[in-house]
């Protein structure tokens, strides 16, 4: 039984009224509860029920519209689509082989706040998520992520934007990603990959540092990420970055579409930086409470993006007035 779901929309936040949503289609939930609404039929189909991971799904119930990618607990390991745990030594491996030395599992934070727990053991490189779903050329895209570190060190990627095929002309492993680089383990900092420089046959794979946070990152602290881009073709894309409510980084004349391309989150590399000379050492968990991803604004992150009720100016996208609830986004 779900307690009650939260669905946020372009203009308006509902919350639908508690509903078996295993129930077979027109049979009703319990006895006093009639058969499902349409809004609720449309709740039950697939893995679209409050924690679980989803696709792009509009569902039209008066004013009602969700992101094409959201996730916050309890969510389930069985059903975050592509969960990757990778060895340090280069093997991907299940969550059952993988036992308590990486996992992705809902969890409560040291504080007793509900969260996803991303946990990888020194012997580990990567727990993360997938996020891959119809992302296209000519687009604009709006990422809100909302967590907490318990540790970070140099390389640690908490973010990236990845093509799928990294082996495709022109070469382009990474994009752009959220990392803590060598040159600023302590400060989030964001690197680009220029089209042509990743992967590269001779092993090269060059990364330019184009924005570092002016302060260490806070640990075991909530924040809030939102990021903006288009994947419009012609290599000329923006980029928006929003720290913790505060617009941090803004960039033209990138290139950020050359083949399909998707998002992951989580806990990559970070295991071993430049500045140690002993080995695999590091223990990283991260508690993720909150990932929205939308093709339509800045409104439809607005739980977790940390930019609620905020006047934003220059939004990808276009210059109209969108709220949510009585949250207002100027764009």
Known sequence: MVEGVIFISRISVMTVAPVDLLKPRGEASSPDVGPLTPLESAIRRGPQVIGLFHEKMKMQHGEASMPIFECFPPSQASSLRDVQLETSSGNFVSSSSASTDAYIKPDTDPNGKSCLHFHREPSYSRAEVKAKGDYAAGKNYYVGYEFALGV??????????????????????????????????????????????????????????????????ALSQTHHIALAFDTKPGGNNKLQLWLDGTSVFEKDGLSLWTGTTYPKFGLYRGEKGDQDGGGY?????????????????????????????????????GNATTTMGRRAFKA
Do not use: C, M
Request: avoid cysteine; proline fraction near 6%.
């Open 281 to 317: 050492g590091n223990t990283f968990d991260g508690y993720v409470y909150r990932v929205q991803i939308s093709d339509q604004s800045l409104d439809e992150i607005g739980a977790s993006s940390g930019l609620g009720g905020k006047a934003v100016d220059g939004q990808i996208g």
């Open 152 to 217: 970070v060190h140099e390389h640690l990627t908490i973010f990236q934007w990845k093509k799928d095929d990294k082996t495709a002309t022109p070469l382009q492993n990474i994009p752009f990603n959220l990392i803590f680089s060598s040159e600023s383990p302590t400060r989030l900092s964001i690197t680009y990959q220029p089209p042509g420089q990743g992967s590269n046959p001779d092993g090269a794979n060059k990364h330019d540092t184009i924005w570092t946070s002016a302060s260490d990152f």
